[in-house]
Structures are given as C-alpha cells and as structure tokens.
C-alpha cells in the first residue's frame, strides 16, 4: 500500500521525485525496437525528463535483433537494460524463463478499471486462459509487463459508399455493390504475403468461423471443417473481390489500395491508419473512412487479433524501483493524451473513448471496441513462430491457388502436429 501511495504521488504530481524513493540513477537504459513503435514513447519522453529529473536512454534495435539482444542480457544475467518493450509474442518465453520482474508481487501493482483486462492477461505467465505450456501450469500467476503499445487488428471501409459491415455475409454485399475491376476499384483487399502477415490476416476470420488451432491441451484441432470453410471463405470468396497479386501483398500495399482510392475494405493496425490511410500527404480517401470491430463469423464471435508491445524490467536491472515507477507514469491517464497525440498508440478505455481524441483519431472507438471484445492473442507458446510459419506458408499456397482449402489445413495441421510433438508437447 506505501508502494503504490509513493507511485500514485508520483504520477499526479510535477515534483522532481516522489518521497520515499531511492536516490536518483544517472539514467534509465530501454531496450527498444527501431521503428514507428516508439513514436509516441519519444514524444512524452521530455516531459518524464522535465519532471521527474532522470533521464530515459533509448537504445533500439531491428526486431529480430531486440529479441536476441534481450535474450543475451538475460542469459548472462546482465544489467544492461532497466526497461524493455516486448512483443507480446515474446511473454511465454519470457515468462516461463523467469526474466522479468514480477509487477505485483514486488510493488504490489493494482489492477485499474480504466484498463482493459485483456490488456492485464497479455502481461501475465502462466496465461489465465486458453492451453498452458508443459511444466508451466503449477506455477503463481504473475503480472510481468504491461501494454504501451496497444496494437490491436479491426475493420476498415468506405463509409462515403457502403454500411458498417458486422458480419462477413456484410462484407461480401459490401463488396458486390462496389467491385469494378475495370475501374480499377476492388471490393477488399488482402494482406496475403507467405508467414506472418496472411496469418495476422486470415486468423481473425479463423476463429471467427469456430475453428482453433489448438485444444486446451494443445492437441492440434486445426483440421476442422470450420477451418476449411474459413480457409475457403478467405481465399475464394474474399478473393474474387480483391486486387490481382495480393498472395505477395504486406501491411504497406494493402494500405496503399485503400489510401488511393482503390479498395473499399479491408483489415487494418492503427500505425497504417496514421502513416498512411488517414495521411493527408499520401491518401485521397481522407474523411470517407469508417473503422468498425473485425466482423462475425458463422461461429457467431467478433476475433480481432492483438499485436501490443508491453513494457517490462529486467530482473538484472539495478534501477527496479525507478523503472517501475517510469511503468506507472508512462501508462498512466495523464501521460496517455500527450502520449497519443505524440503519435503513440493508446490502450486505456478513457483514451479510446474520449470524444475530442475520437475526432482527430477516427478509429480510436474501434479499438476500443475490439480491446472489449476482448481481443483474441495468439497461441501462448515459446514455439508460435515455428506454427505461424507452418500455417502462414499453406495459407498462402491457398490463397494463390497452389494448395486448395482442404490440401493446405490438412497439411498444416499434420505439420504443425509433428512440430509440436518434437517440441515436447507431447509425450
């Protein structure tokens, strides 16, 4: 309780430190990605400097190569960090390891209603929902990190010329009534390149037909009749209404089909939206976009997908207590405008849905929205990377039309199935 009083002081007021906190380090190190990601960390940066008198140097790297600097440093046991944001694919290797420093058992972090709880269960080991890796079940839940970055996958469309989809049959009659390739102007457009992006795209409509990939027991359960109408459904159906070429199209060229005025629906992540769509230097379409939950399935569920990057300290770091308290400034209500006007993705429900932030940001409310839904993670296991690159290859070979639907889950699931045994997963 003094611990969180001391934070709660700290937070709401411009002094230069809180009492009762250890002397001020020289500086705090954050090991962070290079890219669009810290974007609004860099914007409020001067304003923790200004008032609270440490200074925070940001040390960033290329994605794959954070993960393995990170890794070093824990290996070693290192105290080369004092923060870090992490992609919240890292947390089962990172939580299961023991590498992080436990938020609430060490400062006795409270839960805010102002949060959503998805958010919370992203940062926690073991996950409180969904299969649990071997041997790691018996251990104390803990929370370990908590979201800067709230990257969350919803819906866009040409409010100027169709309805608000809610459901996919929506989106399908959304796309009738406008396609003309002659144009050219397509229906919907695909993020459909081999790996991780067509599966941050197909595994929305997945499990929004009913399909999983895995049982609470992690028996692969991918071989469903679900996930072959889904498969079928997004690489027949949505296809026929989409650009020629989109089985090699990333996050970029989908976007830019949007921004020019070429394609009327789509998924989409809030960095694409600010760099792009709703840019005013690059998109025609500014003011016609409308922004929505991902749509329902047969399976009668909204999935939209998570992608937050979390902030978490070391267990070497030798400035804990500063860290953390830079964790609660940093996620805090106050720091959170500036921090999204700065060009940081929010993730606090008062942010999302705050009126006057909604204008300047027209898809606040639909991130919101998916945050409630809740938002769908994937798979907690240290081997994700290997079962999105199985499925993401057979995705692909569907959607360009080398595999057909059934020929690319039988055989990711087959895959998929002996990866997992050979990982240990089962005996």
Not at 19 to 31: D, E, H, R
Not at 126 to 131: A, L, T
Not at 286 to 308: E, S
Not at 387 to 404: R, S
């Amino acid at each position: 309780m003094v611990v969180l009083l001391v934070g709660a002081l700290a937070v709401a007021s411009t002094a230069v430190a809180a009492p009762g906190l250890p002397p001020k380090p020289a500086k705090l190190t954050m090991a962070v990605v290079a890219g669009g990601e810290t974007k609004g960390l860099k914007a409020i940066l001067p304003m923790w400097e200004r008032e609270m008198g440490v200074k925070v140097e940001l040390v960033e790297f290329p994605y794959p190569t954070l993960y393995e600097k990170l890794v070093t440093a824990f290996q070693a046991n290192a105290p080369t960090f004092d923060l870090l944001i992490a992609d919240d694919p890292w947390m089962p290797k990172f939580g299961s390891e023991g590498w992080l420093v436990p938020l609430d058992q060490t400062f006795g972090y409270q839960r805010d209603p102002d949060i959503f709880p998805v958010v919370y269960d992203l940062g926690s080991w073991p996950p409180p929902r969904g299969p649990i890796p071997p041997g790691e079940a018996g251990k104390p839940r803990r929370l370990y990190a908590i979201t800067l970055v709230g990257n969350v996958e919803f819906f866009m469309y040409r409010k100027d010329l169709l309805p608000a989809p809610q459901t996919w049959d929506d989106v399908i009659a959304n796309a009738r009534k406008v396609h003309d390739p002659s144009k050219p102007f397509y229906g919907f457009v695909i993020r459909g390149a081999k790996g991780n992006p067509v599966i941050s795209e197909f595994t929305p409509v997945l499990l929004s037909f009913g399909a999983r990939i895995f049982d609470n027991n992690w028996r692969v359960v991918l071989n469903s009749k679900e996930a072959v109408d889904a498969l079928r459904f997004f690489a027949v159906e949505l296809k026929k209404y989409a650009p020629p070429g989109v089985a090699n199209y990333d996050a970029a060229e989908r976007a830019r089909e949007v921004a020019t005025g070429r394609a009327a629906q789509g998924f989409i992540w809030p960095a694409e939206i600010t760099d792009i769509v709703e840019n005013p230097a690059v998109s025609t379409v500014i003011g016609k976009m409308g922004y929505t939950l991902a749509p329902r399935g047969p399976g009668g569920k909204h999935a939209p997908l998570m992608g937050n990057w979390l902030l978490a300290i070391p267990k070497a770091s030798r400035n804990q207590r500063w860290a953390y308290e830079f964790i609660l400034w940093a996620t805090s209500a106050r720091v959170q405008r500036p921090y999204a006007l700065g060009g940081g993705i929010p993730f606090r429900r008062s942010i999302l849905q705050d009126a006057d932030l909604n204008r300047r940001f027209p898809f606040f409310k639909a991130m919101a929205d998916s945050l409630a839904a809740p938002a769908e993670w994937r798979p907690r296991t240290q081997e994700w990377f290997a079962v999105e690159a199985i499925l993401g290859t057979h995705v692909n070979a569907a959607l360009a039309g080398i595999e057909t639907p059934e020929e690319a889950i039988t055989k990711a699931a087959r895959e998929i199935e002996r990866h997992m045994k050979e990982a240990g997963y089962y005996r």
